[in-house]
């Protein structure tokens, strides 16, 4: 069974501060994607990585999947209150070119 | 807007009641997705239609019955549902069956039974 685990599962912290989000399993996955989702919304897919050790970056948030494409990272600079939200991480099931796994997500909030 | 709308926004019903989600996406997507998310559990995959075709049936209770009369609406009928039931529940759309494709998803339903 594949289990995406993201860690911290909640984090709160001040304007301008830096952050990172993980997202671990003990499966192969050949794409992750981030999605952010805010209150009252569904995701919104961020990025999508597909080579091992790539790294995409989209402003402020920083996206690394993992040499062994086995896990993924989110870095945020500078956070900002706009960056409050739900994140979740997920990979493509293996089994299926439907699926997708979700890890639990994380919740960020940052205070102005 | 992401091009795939869900009603209601919010529905509250007793467990004898039978209700419907609806979920209809503009975007010429041939996939459909049913999700549910729970406190502080992961996204739950449910249902899975494409090209009006359920190829997805995630061991959901036969108290949730979806329905995928055309390629832009999916529909989750519910009857006699338990509290535990209680959830937002999400629709999706996807293009076609890639892996690495984008979903697209809908704000959801959020249910409460009581």
């Known amino acids: 069974t594949q289990l995406l685990e993201q860690s911290p599962q909640f984090l709160s912290i001040q304007e301008g501060e830096n952050l990172t989000v993980y997202c671990n399993s003990s499966?192969?996955?050949?794409?992750l994607q981030w999605y952010r989702q805010e209150p009252g919304e569904g995701p919104v897919l961020l990025v999508t990585?597909?080579?091992?050790?790539e790294v995409k970056k989209l402003k402020r948030l920083t996206f690394q999947f993992g040499d062994a494409r086995k896990d993924s990272s989110l870095h945020i600079t500078a956070a900002q209150p706009g960056d409050t939200g739900l994140y979740l991480c997920?990979?493509?099931?293996?089994?299926?070119?439907?699926?997708?796994?979700f890890g639990s997500g994380t919740r960020l909030l940052v205070r102005p | 807007e992401t091009g795939v709308t869900q009603t209601p926004r919010h529905l509250v019903m007793g467990m004898t009641n039978k209700k419907s989600l609806k979920c209809e996406q503009h975007?010429?997507?041939?996939?459909m997705y049913w999700y549910k998310q729970s406190a502080k559990k992961p996204l739950e995959l449910m249902f899975v239609?494409?090209?009006?075709?359920?190829?997805e049936n995630n061991s959901v209770p036969s108290r949730f019955s979806p329905e995928c009369p055309n390629s832009s609406h999916l529909f989750l009928h519910l009857h006699t549902l338990q509290p535990e039931d209680s959830a937002l529940y999400l629709c999706?759309?996807?293009?076609?069956?890639?892996?690495?494709?984008?979903?697209?998803f809908g704000p959801g339903t959020r249910l409460t039974v009581l």
């Open positions: 999706a759309s996807k293009a076609s069956g890639g892996s690495t494709d984008t979903q697209y």
């Open positions: 499966s192969v996955f050949s794409s």
């Open positions: 990585v597909v080579t091992g050790g």
């Open positions: 997920a990979g493509d099931g293996m089994d299926s070119s439907y699926k997708l796994i």
């Open positions: 975007l010429g997507h041939n996939a």
């Open positions: 239609y494409s090209l009006e075709e359920r190829v």
